[in-house]
């Protein structure tokens, strides 16, 4: 196959792998230390996705300035969902923490076919795009890779991507929170008896998860649409990728997302029929052959 | 302690025991004959046709029940049996020109087992979680299959009308639609869901079904007792899957268009939903959430159109309050506690 | 209390063994949890097998059942190699172990309990179109098992509120309904009062002798162990420190260097 080609199919198998870091790395997360299988933690990509739409283009009249723009994507609309999430655990998700995971799975189920109208309410049920003037992906353009010519934008996806996934480590190993969290992730209860308030841990263990789902959603939106389908089709990426990288490992999500990234654009190109088969498939071979995943018997961090 | 001869007490409990099970049958019998005759008395095609969607429904969830229920494994892909007999139907029909209802619902459920064999030999070692996305992701295999028409037999997402299938010879498919269901499809339906209730109701009772429940139990001291434990979870599959074949199938000729939508995940999750509504922990559970499940969609529509929101919430709720119990159990629990009361006082 | 059962102990003229382990060794990475055990056992005998933790008692006895595969040696049950024999086929045979902790089923009722061990040993777990309320093979034998074992009173209660003396003897019952040659207990009072522990002993060499079971029990209770075995095993880090009949290792100085005043 020709270079460019192969550089484009690379490029674009990185962008998904972006995007499938950022839906996936908060479900392995609260699942290795929180111990939730949350199923709907992808609607919150969906959801994301949906509120980035709506403050771009309600935006226009105030600022077209793609620094503004990129500044919404990636701060405000995920510390929003940050102190929106600090509600939800608190509330909704409080109970959860308390039963088996397969019950977690189906009132997460439950939840997800919540948020679901819940979009469909405020934002109807057709599909809704950012517009022309306030979509920094236009106005950012092109960039030369390689003799290649690639989205700026889906760049800077990439380089937000790298920088969580950088920031993410840095917190598990140097702060005490993130050790806290690392603790909790090998014994529970254990730390619970060491009198750290677990319950503030998990609070913001959830929220960061969370956020990290949504600010995903938002970058999404400026290269597609945001239409339900989207939580639904998350929902399922995102489990093949932490059970791929191997259930509660930052490295394995970074890995799995690359690899599903990569088959999915060199999928697209190449075997268009079969992309989403090699998905499944791969999840069924992982789990049948190494259950605990790629890295799930390694810690958190390892 | 020592031997005890049969006190008259024992007798009466032998005795009382006869009593529920002639009084459980006299009911079922009075259902039965009350559902045959619906259609004929009111002239409902709607109620009627809600009715048949409920018992297909009701039939699936049965069957999905004996490995949630008694096997103790949560599958999260169901659909792929569900989809599996609704798509044998039609490819048989369009494909092979069978035209037979009974030869269909026959080809149907062995198919369904048939995945139902290669789903669960490739899973049933898996436990918990594991298992539920295992199944997940073979189903979600098959959907992405049909839906790309991979094989060139479920013309994709597009999916493939059905026409009205014969019966025993008689041309019956001619029929026009509503007297085709009123008439005729309806009680078909009706037969399978009572034939399903009673073969499961002697199957779960039987030393298979008891070996199923000591798998649910302690898998450990099942195979300590000399139970190869894999080999009856995969049985508990493809018996679960040909029963929700068989709902599949006979759902399919109440659509009449099939699509991959019958093999996505999402489906799974409905019947999950029917199921855990209904109770997981009782015998007819299943069938009671089944039609829970569909009023409740059927009400919450003519309400508005956010039903999805009502349906998460009762999900949510009924996770969180009752459990394996769900609605008839929970129901089951409340009379007795009320009955209970009653003698006490 | 003493209640020793001199009239089984073994007989001068030795017979086959029933269980023979050959040189049977077990590791775990470089931790070498089992080195080397050869052991003879023997139908009509009760076998105590003591040692300190990490002596690798469980390990060994996780070996016989299977639920562990060997590293090297070899196990001979009833004259056949079952070295490689899944777990569940090595019951089929009459190897039969029970655990710590009582391993029943819950959410059934004593009977039902009972029951699932007779219709398994008769391998009838696939019978599709026969209720089990009606198979008046099994449901005999239930009885009388139940009585045996002073279950009856109990039969239809689910066994969730069992007191734990009870399950103990209940999970027993399941075990003799399987109808084994030889019995592996791992602890067979741990959990049990004090006072109910020698009822409990007394109940399971019982019905053992009575129906010509052989007996393998882990135990930490030297008092049990004195009083109700035959011959003593000492493990001590993976390697048989003694055999012989209890008072030759009671009073052997290894076994109290080693086991006896590490204070078990």
């Known amino acids: 196959m020709p270079i460019e080609s192969l550089t484009v199919n690379a490029f674009n198998g990185l962008y998904f792998a972006a995007l499938l870091f950022f839906a996936s790395v908060g479900l392995t997360l609260v699942f290795g230390i929180l111990n939730l299988l949350n199923m709907a933690h992808a609607a919150f990509y969906g959801l994301g996705a949906y509120v980035a739409v709506w403050t771009l283009n309600n935006m226009g009249d105030v600022t077209t300035s793609t620094v503004a723009l990129l500044t919404v994507l990636v701060l405000v609309i995920p510390l929003v969902v940050f102190v929106l999430s600090a509600a939800l655990d608190k509330t909704v998700f409080a109970p959860l923490y308390e039963i088996e995971h397969v019950y977690q799975l189906l009132a997460t189920f439950g939840v997800i076919l919540m948020i679901d109208d819940i979009i469909k309410f405020i934002w109807g049920a057709s599909p809704i795009t950012v517009d022309g003037a306030t979509d920094p992906s236009r106005q950012l353009g092109t960039l030369d890779l390689l003799g290649v010519s690639v989205s700026a934008y889906r760049s800077f996806v990439i380089v937000i991507a790298i920088a969580c996934a950088v920031g993410l480590y840095l917190m598990f190993v140097k702060t005490k929170l993130g050790k806290i969290s690392q603790a909790m992730s090998e014994d529970y209860e254990m730390v619970q008896m060491l009198g750290i308030n677990v319950n503030r841990v998990r609070v913001l263990i959830f929220s960061i998860s969370v956020a990290i789902a949504a600010l995903g959603g938002a970058l999404f939106v400026p290269f597609a649409t945001a239409t339900p389908a989207v939580t639904l089709e998350y929902v399922l990426l995102s489990f093949a990728v932490i059970v791929i990288g191997g259930l509660g490992s930052l490295k394995g999500v970074i890995v799995a997302a690359l690899v599903i990234g990569m088959v999915r654009s060199f999928g697209i190109a190449y075997f268009p029929a079969l992309e989403l088969a090699i998905v499944f498939g791969l999840m069924a071979l992982v789990i049948i052959f190494k259950p605990e995943g790629l890295f799930g018997d390694e810690g958190v961090v390892e | ?345 | 209390m003493s209640t020793k059962k001199t009239e089984s102990t073994k007989q001068d003229t030795p017979t086959e063994p029933i269980l023979r382990t050959e040189d049977v060794r077990k590791e775990f990475g470089n931790l070498v949890a089992v080195d080397g055990v050869s052991l003879e056992f023997y139908d009509d005998e009760i076998v105590g097998i003591i040692g300190p933790n990490g002596a690798g008692k469980t390990t060994y006895t996780n070996l016989i059942s299977g639920a562990l595969s060997l590293t090297g040696g070899r196990i001979v049950f009833d004259g056949d190699d079952i070295s490689d024999l899944r777990k569940y086929k090595r019951v089929r045979r009459g190897l039969v172990r029970s655990f710590q902790i009582p391993q029943i089923y819950d959410e059934l009722t004593v009977f039902e309990n009972v029951q699932s061990s007779v219709i398994s040993r008769n391998e009838k777990n696939n019978r599709l179109f026969t209720l089990t309320s009606r198979d008046t093979d099994s449901i005999d034998e239930t009885e009388r098992l139940l009585e045996m074992f002073n279950l009856e009173t109990h039969a239809d209660e689910h066994t969730e509120h069992l007191p734990h003396g009870v399950r103990k003897i209940l999970d027993v019952a399941m075990s003799f309904a399987l109808r084994p040659k030889l019995m592996v207990l791992d602890e067979p009072t741990s959990g049990v009062g004090s006072r109910e522990k020698n009822a409990v002993m007394e109940t399971i060499t019982d019905a053992a002798i009575d129906r010509n079971i052989g007996l393998i029990f882990i135990e930490h209770d030297m008092e049990l162990i004195r009083n109700y075995s035959d011959r003593i095993v000492a493990l001590h880090e993976g390697r048989v420190l003694a055999d012989d009949d209890p008072s030759t290792v009671m009073n052997s100085e290894e076994v109290n260097q080693f086991i006896l005043e590490g204070g078990v």
């Open chain 2, 1 to 345: 302690m020592s031997t005890r001869l049969p006190t008259f007490e024992d007798v009466q409990i032998k005795e009382v025991k006869g009593a529920i099970l002639d009084k459980r049958l006299l009911t079922g019998g009075v259902l039965f004959v009350a559902l045959a005759l619906y259609p004929g008395l009111t002239m409902n095609a709607y109620h009627t046709r809600l009715l048949a969607w409920i018992m297909c429904f009701a039939i699936a969830a049965l069957g999905f029940n004996v490995v949630l229920g008694y096997t103790g494994l949560l599958s999260f892909g169901h659909a792929a049996f569900f989809g599996t007999g609704m798509y044998t139907v039609v490819i048989a029909m369009q494909s092979a020109g069978i035209t037979d209802l009974i030869v269909l619902l026959v080809l149907a459920t062995l198919m369904a087992g048939v995945v139902g064999a290669i789903i669960g030999a490739l899973s049933v070692k898996t436990h918990e979680i594991y298992f539920a996305l295992l199944t997940l992701a073979l189903a979600q295999l098959l959907y992405v299959l049909a839906a790309r028409d991979v094989g060139g037999l479920t013309r994709g997402t597009d999916g493939i009308a059905l026409n009205r299938p014969d019966f025993l010879g008689i041309p019956i498919g001619d029929a026009p639609a509503h007297i085709y269901l009123m008439g005729f499809y309806y009680h078909v339906i009706l037969v399978c869901l009572f034939a399903t209730i009673i073969v499961l109701w002697i199957v779960l009772r039987s030393p298979f079904g008891l070996t199923l429940k000591m798998i649910r139990e302690n898998e450990m001291r099942a195979e300590m007792s000399g139970v190869p434990i894999l080999r009856y979870r995969l049985y508990s599959m493809i018996l679960s899957a040909m029963i929700v074949g068989l709902g599949g199938a006979l759902y399919a000729v109440v659509v009449g268009h099939i699509t991959p939508e019958y093999l996505d995940w999402t489906m799974s999750g409905e019947i999950v939903f029917m199921t855990l509504l209904g109770g997981i922990g009782t015998f007819l559970g299943p069938v009671i959430g089944a039609g829970g499940f569909i009023l409740l969609q059927e009400v919450a529509l003519n309400f508005t159109t956010y039903w999805h929101f009502t349906m998460g919430l009762v999900l949510f709720v009924v996770v969180l309050t009752l459990r394996e119990k769900g609605i008839w159990g929970g129901a089951k629990a409340l009379v007795d506690r009320v009955n209970d009361r009653r003698d006490d006082s």
